[in-house]
């Protein structure tokens, strides 16, 4: 992955979001590029790929449709994160 931005994990350390160009297109050309997003891990400061995956965009919402058919997120969960986003989303226009 060709990381474009990282941000720390909010709650464990050496953890971080990555978002960039996905693996799989990074030797493309630029216009045939998708973006993708990962939980990246260190150990020791060195990245660890088993322990990092990455997603590609595209399939996020079908990714968190799936989880919240199977009841893998409460009612709350979906909530926190529809309003925390909501508000911080209109923040940043």
């Known amino acids: 992955m060709n990381v474009k931005e990282e941000i720390p994990h909010p709650n ?7 978002f960039g160009t996905s693996t799989w ?4 050309a630029e216009e045939y590029q998708t973006e993708s997003v990962r939980r990246a891990v260190y150990n020791n400061g060195k990245f ?7 997603i590609p965009m595209e399939d996020m ?4 449709r ?5 009841k893998k ?7 926190k994160m529809i309003f925390s986003t909501f508000f911080k989303y209109k923040k940043s226009k």
């Open 73 to 79: 997120l409460s009612r709350l969960q979906i909530l």
């Open 66 to 70: 799936e989880c919240i058919i199977r």
């Open 61 to 64: 919402v079908m990714l968190l």
């Open 48 to 54: 660890s790929p088993h322990g990092s995956s990455e």
């Open 12 to 18: 464990l350390r050496d953890h971080f979001i990555q």
């Open 25 to 28: 297109t990074e030797n493309e």
